[in-house]
């Protein structure tokens, strides 16, 4: 097959799909993966496609926000790995705060029984995964109630964070960019993250593989913003990306 036709049926399927994967690409078309890597730096060079990690997605469409039900199922096992790694982090008589994002979600329901904790969050999922546990002493940050993302933000919210001391913030973002850092398509949530960020004594990007090298529009976090980044073990091809510019502790999670 020309590289020209093969090219456009690689073009094709992403319109169609939205997304496609290296190795699943040389499969059916039955080439190396080398040589699909080169088709589509071909076609992001020419700006049909846009990279990452792994494969690429169509450039024509934004990187919007799902809601939470939408992103819950996605990538589950990878999540539940890094959630499992961690609540190794986590000390007795912490303040945690926990994001609004499914793997910190994930690691809401990974909390160790007996282990002496203060929960922030603005996530009401969160709430609602912790709502039975004595143990556990959980603080929900009010505001304005968005029913897509089942969480709260706006006014009120900044001004309750700013009344805590916070040990360690683990939260995540729609992608991670070895310079840039990390990232969100929504400028409020992008605000507020940046602002527990600057809150917290410690940081930890909760981050899947299908997030690296994504670029959405606002960013909130630089790599000397983080502190640990724990992703899963299908990201150790682009561990060479994250450790060049590496101010962190990286783990993969199994």
């Known amino acids: 097959m020309l590289a020209a036709e093969r090219q456009r049926q690689i073009l094709d399927r992403v319109r169609r799909d939205g997304n496609v994967r290296t190795a699943e690409l040389a499969k059916d078309l039955a080439v190396t993966e080398e040589t699909i890597r080169r088709d589509l730096d071909f076609l992001a060079r020419r700006g049909h496609v846009r990279r990452s990690h792994g494969g690429a997605m169509d450039a024509s469409a934004p990187i919007g926000e799902l809601s939470q039900s939408e992103r819950e199922g996605r990538h589950l096992e990878q999540k539940f790995a890094i959630a499992r790694d961690a609540v190794r982090q986590l000390a007795p008589g912490e303040t945690i705060l926990l994001d609004a994002s499914t793997t910190a979600l994930q690691l809401a329901g990974q909390l160790p029984e007996n282990l002496p904790l203060k929960v922030v969050t603005y996530s009401l999922a969160v709430v609602e995964r912790l709502a039975g546990r004595g143990d556990l002493e959980v603080i929900q940050l009010g505001g304005t109630y968005d029913p897509r993302g089942r969480r709260f933000s706006g006014m009120l919210t900044e001004s309750a964070l ?47 593989h299908s997030k690296l090298g994504v670029k959405a529009d606002y960013f909130f976090a630089t790599p000397t913003d983080i502190q640990m980044i724990i992703t899963d073990f299908e990201s150790k091809a682009y561990a060479k990306s994250l450790l060049k510019h590496r101010p962190y502790e990286i783990h993969f999670a199994r």
């Open 162 to 208: 700013r009344l805590l001391k916070i040990d360690r913030f683990f939260f995540s973002g729609a992608g991670l960019d070895p310079v840039q850092g990390v990232s969100e398509p929504n400028p409020e949530q992008a605000r507020l993250k940046r602002m527990m960020i600057e809150q917290a004594e410690w940081c930890c990007a909760l981050i899947d």
